[in-house]
């Protein structure tokens, strides 16, 4: 599974430079194509790579990252890796979320370690990476945490 793949170079203006995690479908890609709208230069990241690559291609100058926020490491090198390559990173937008629908009792251990590790550790690892990221350079930059469903309809995994 590759961590950092860059589908295409971007324009080089010196823009604004923003991730987005989870962009291969949903909010994410909605989240990015905004950005680009805006002219941003949008590093679309998502577990599926093939998804981020067809979103990133419908945004001028966008590039896409393959990136599993739940790995520490991953979430270091994309980081590391998009200010290494712009020079700058201006907003982090931590999107990548999952949600198990099934009934209370039928929800199983590895489905609530899954969608721990992605919407609790995956957030703080993200968040974590891009913010040694904008310190390493210098430079103020914006960390934005999103959720969707959650705030409106209870989930098993959240009774807690």
Known sequence: ?????????????????AVVTGAGSGIGAAIARELGRRGHHVVVS????????????????????????TDPDACDVVARGVAEQYGRLD???????????????????????????????????????AARAMIALGRPGRIINTASMAAKQGRVPYLA
């Not at 599974?1 to 430079?17: I, L, N, Q, Y």
């Open 46 to 69: 998502d577990l599926d790579g093939e998804r981020a690559s067809q979103v990133a291609h419908e945004i001028e100058g966008a590039t896409w990252r393959a990136l599993d926020v």
């Open 91 to 129: 907003v982090w937008v931590s999107n990548a979320g999952v949600s198990k629908m099934a009934r209370f009792v039928d929800v199983t251990r590895e489905d609530l370690a899954r969608t721990f590790a992605v919407n609790t550790f995956g957030v703080f690892y993200a968040g974590q990476a």
């Open 1 to 17: 599974h590759e961590c950092a793949s860059v589908a295409r170079e971007p324009a080089g203006d010196g823009g604004p430079v």
